[in-house]
């Protein structure tokens, strides 16, 4: 999936980082499987959007999140986002 290596403590990166894979697996079966979007708004609206997390604590609070919870989280995952922009 080419996503980034989560940041956390010592035990919470590989847990984060099965879980990121968990939840993706889920949102995948979920929403293009029952065919509620294509493969492109996936890719659209979950992947591109899960690349910007970079937090493993982000995807461990999220593990029991609904389909739908989760695509408004992954929208505005507030301070979990990737920092990569100079903002001067």
């Known amino acids: 999936m080419n996503m980034p290596p989560l940041q956390g403590f ?3 990166i590989p847990y ?6 968990d939840a993706l ?7 293009v ?5 294509t493969e492109d708004e996936y890719d659209e609206k979950v992947t591109t959007l899960a690349r910007r997390i970079n ?6 609070e999220h593990k029991e ?3 739908d919870d989760f695509l408004l989280d992954l ?3 507030g301070d979990q986002n990737i920092g ?5």
Request: hydrophobic share 25%; glycine share 2%; charged share 35%.
């Open 33 to 37: 499987q029952s065919e509620r979007m």
């Open 65 to 67: 999140s609904s389909v």
């Open 75 to 77: 929208t505005d995952p």
């Open 84 to 88: 990569t922009e100079n903002p001067y």
């Open 25 to 31: 697996r889920l949102l995948y079966e979920e929403l």
């Open 55 to 60: 937090r493993a604590k982000f995807w461990i």
């Open 16 to 21: 984060g980082t099965e879980l990121r894979y």
């Open 10 to 12: 010592e035990k919470q």
